[in-house]
């Protein structure tokens, strides 16, 4: 009885242990079960918090959209700037001042001496545009006037930005620049900086975006790939790749169409090269290594005029497409970005030939280009858009739905005065062209 007495005072003893441990296990669970609610209702605010944020993000974002867009049409879906070279040294020697951009950077005047009545006298003609950057103005300075139109792009809707003006004039050196450097650095590399500057900021809202590059040239009415690979036939010795390249080049337009084509989505009212390489970049250094590629590759020449004259279009096509699948939303933009050759007077800068050839064609393109535009001033019923390939590659930028810019590029020099005068005449009858309200591509 002793024994069991015993073992009774010791299983109560454990029984009382254990009732002491249950109970703080409970207090435990009561306190975690607190703790738990606690997070559970900070998270919930949080998480209240974040999408009202979001929303209000979501908000600002579509209203900096519409307001971004329509301050560009208040503009004017053409705009046109202008931009006037520098001197070469050698013009700083024996050259006068022809040109005066004034500081309201919107007008610049041209002087022009004539003989009349056996007097000499100062003719000058003023012209207007929507920005005036005078010899003094560098990359960065032009790119921050062009890179709302870069934002319009991303937000959807078809951007051409094209570079016209005489053979001379800093067209090329507009639109590419030095890649390799920070300040010379032109429209198209700082383009492509921004827009993915710009990818990664949208990525917080929700966006994925996936960026495609089409370069091509217009060479005699032919439509020519930059971004083909020569190293394709690595049994070609280099100078046979380079002869291969030059053959490819004086293909028949039939046959250039056969090659590529240019083709109409009638939807989002953009333009596709068919049969052209078309890439997918995900990162800005793959930007820089296919421009130097396309430099290399593009028609080049010396003349009387310019020492590296551009013999052909070279024309750039981005292609940004984006989805936003938490908000079911799609984003279609394209950004067209064309280094146009000078245009060129034959005996002046002494081409003969295949350069005489290349220059007739250069001509004859720009002549349909200002036909075409002349044409939509005009409110014509019908624009021949096919009546060369350059204004056909170019029918939705000036067909109504795209924002289009056009940066004239003039020489400084008395000895181009003739040719900028015409050239600053063209882009003061571009300004006053219109060419309807620019659609957004995509879906809410």
Same mark, same amino acid.
């Given at each position: 009885?002793?024994?069991?007495?015993?073992?009774?005072?010791?299983?109560?003893? %454990?029984?009382?242990?254990?009732?002491?441990? /249950?109970?703080? &296990?409970? *207090?435990? +669970?009561? !306190?975690?079960?607190?703790? @738990?609610?606690?997070?559970?209702?900070?998270?919930?605010?949080?998480?209240?918090?974040?999408?009202?944020?979001?929303?209000?993000?979501?908000?600002?974002?579509?209203?900096?959209?519409?307001?971004?867009?329509?301050?560009?049409?208040?503009?004017?879906?053409?705009?046109?700037?202008?931009?006037?070279?520098?001197?070469?040294?050698?013009?700083?020697?024996?050259?006068?001042?022809?040109? %005066?951009?004034?500081?309201?950077?919107?007008? /610049?005047?041209? &002087?022009? *001496?004539? +003989?009349? !009545?056996?007097?000499?006298? @100062?003719?000058?003609?003023?012209?207007?545009?929507?920005?005036?950057?005078?010899?003094?103005?560098?990359?960065?300075?032009?790119?921050?006037?062009?890179?709302?139109?870069?934002?319009?792009?991303?937000?959807?809707?078809?951007?051409?930005?094209?570079?016209?003006?005489?053979?001379?004039?800093?067209?090329?050196?507009?639109?590419?620049?030095?890649?390799?450097?920070?300040?010379?650095?032109?429209?198209?590399?700082?383009?492509?900086?921004?827009?993915?500057?710009?990818?990664?900021?949208?990525?917080?809202?929700?966006?994925?975006?996936?960026?495609?590059?089409?370069?091509?040239?217009?060479?005699?009415?032919?439509?020519?790939?930059?971004?083909?690979?020569?190293?394709?036939?690595?049994?070609?010795?280099?100078?046979?790749?380079?002869?291969?390249?030059?053959?490819?080049?004086?293909?028949?337009?039939?046959?250039?169409?056969?090659?590529?084509?240019?083709?109409?989505?009638?939807?989002?009212?953009?333009?596709?090269?068919?049969?052209?390489?078309?890439?997918?970049?995900?990162?800005?250094?793959?930007?820089?290594?296919?421009?130097?590629?396309?430099?290399?590759?593009?028609?080049?020449?010396?003349?009387?005029?310019?020492?590296?004259?551009?013999?052909?279009?070279?024309?750039?096509?981005?292609?940004?497409?984006?989805?936003?699948?938490?908000?079911?939303?799609?984003?279609?933009?394209?950004?067209?970005?064309?280094?146009?050759?000078?245009?060129?007077?034959?005996?002046?800068?002494?081409?003969?030939?295949?350069?005489?050839?290349?220059?007739?064609?250069?001509?004859?393109?720009?002549?349909?280009?200002?036909?075409?535009?002349?044409?939509?001033?005009?409110?014509?019923?019908?624009?021949?858009?096919?009546?060369?390939?350059?204004?056909?590659?170019?029918?939705?930028?000036?067909?109504?739905?795209?924002?289009?810019?056009?940066?004239?590029?003039?020489?400084?020099?008395?000895?181009?005065?003739?040719?900028?005068?015409?050239?600053?005449?063209?882009?003061?009858?571009?300004?006053?062209?219109?060419?309807?309200?620019?659609?957004?591509?995509?879906?809410?």
């Amino acid at each position: 009885m002793k024994k069991l007495n015993e073992h009774c005072d010791v299983a109560n003893e %454990e029984s009382n242990k254990l009732s002491e441990i /249950i109970l703080e &296990s409970r *207090k435990g +669970l009561e !306190l975690r079960n607190n703790k @738990i609610i606690e997070k559970r209702l900070l998270y919930e605010y949080q998480l209240k918090q974040i999408q009202e944020i979001y929303a209000g993000l979501k908000a600002e974002e579509n209203t900096r959209k519409d307001l971004h867009n329509q301050n560009l049409d208040l503009m004017g879906n053409i705009r046109v700037m202008c931009r006037v070279r520098p001197y070469t040294d050698k013009e700083k020697e024996i050259e006068q001042v022809s040109l %005066e951009c004034f500081d309201d950077k919107h007008t /610049i005047q041209v &002087s022009t *001496k004539r +003989l009349r !009545l056996w007097q000499m006298q @100062i003719e000058k003609s003023t012209y207007e545009f929507d920005h005036v950057f005078n010899t003094s103005a560098d990359q960065k300075e032009v790119y921050l006037e062009l890179s709302p139109l870069v934002q319009s792009a991303i937000d959807g809707y078809n951007v051409c930005i094209f570079a016209y003006g005489q053979t001379g004039s800093g067209k090329t050196y507009t639109m590419e620049g030095n890649v390799n450097s920070p300040e010379k650095k032109g429209v198209i590399p700082r383009s492509i900086d921004e827009i993915f500057d710009k990818i990664e900021e949208t990525n917080k809202l929700g966006w994925n975006f996936e960026v495609y590059v089409q370069y091509i040239e217009i060479y005699n009415e032919t439509i020519q790939d930059l971004l083909i690979d020569e190293d394709k036939d690595r049994k070609k010795s280099c100078k046979d790749r380079k002869k291969s390249f030059k053959e490819d080049r004086k293909k028949s337009f039939k046959e250039s169409k056969d090659l590529c084509k240019i083709v109409y989505n009638e939807d989002t009212r953009m333009t596709i090269i068919e049969n052209a390489e078309r890439l997918k970049i995900s990162k800005k250094k793959d930007m820089e290594i296919l421009i130097d590629k396309a430099s290399n590759h593009r028609s080049k020449s010396s003349t009387n005029s310019n020492s590296v004259s551009s013999r052909s279009h070279g024309v750039f096509i981005l292609h940004l497409e984006g989805e936003n699948p938490l908000e079911k939303m799609s984003s279609r933009g394209s950004l067209s970005l064309v280094d146009l050759a000078g245009s060129e007077n034959i005996d002046k800068s002494g081409s003969v030939g295949d350069q005489m050839t290349e220059a007739q064609s250069i001509n004859k393109s720009l002549f349909y280009l200002r036909y075409v535009i002349q044409q939509i001033k005009d409110k014509s019923n019908h624009v021949n858009y096919r009546d060369s390939v350059l204004t056909s590659l170019l029918k939705y930028s000036l067909g109504g739905t795209a924002k289009v810019c056009m940066l004239v590029n003039v020489s400084p020099s008395t000895d181009s005065t003739n040719e900028t005068k015409k050239s600053l005449s063209f882009g003061q009858d571009a300004r006053k062209a219109h060419v309807g309200t620019a659609m957004r591509n995509g879906c809410a």
